[in-house]
């Protein structure tokens, strides 16, 4: 998946939202039919990518915003 290049944490998308995201944050996460991840937040669909991830996803665990890169330990 990502990897959180400040604190090694790698993230299963179970991902916090940028703190000025106003959304309800409904999270729901599935596979579809190409196998391939899908997140729907908030009723809006999309296959998460690393773009995404540096403009939405905050690291939980450390706290750092936008650092994240693909985790070369896991199949793409
Ligand atoms: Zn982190």
């Known amino acids: 998946m990502f990897i959180c290049k400040n604190c090694k944490t790698v993230d299963k998308f179970e ?3 940028s703190p ?7 999270f729901e996460q599935r596979i579809n039919d190409k196998n391939e991840i899908e997140i729907i937040v908030d009723g809006y669909k999309f296959i998460p990518d690393l773009q995404f991830m540096n403009e939405h996803a905050v690291c939980r ?3 750092q915003i936008y ?7 896991y199949n793409k």
Not at 20 to 26: A, L, Q, R, S, T
């Open 15 to 17: 991902l916090m939202f």
């Open 20 to 26: 000025d995201y106003k959304g309800e944050k409904h």
């Open 61 to 63: 665990y450390c706290g």
């Open 67 to 73: 650092m994240w890169d693909y985790d070369t330990g």
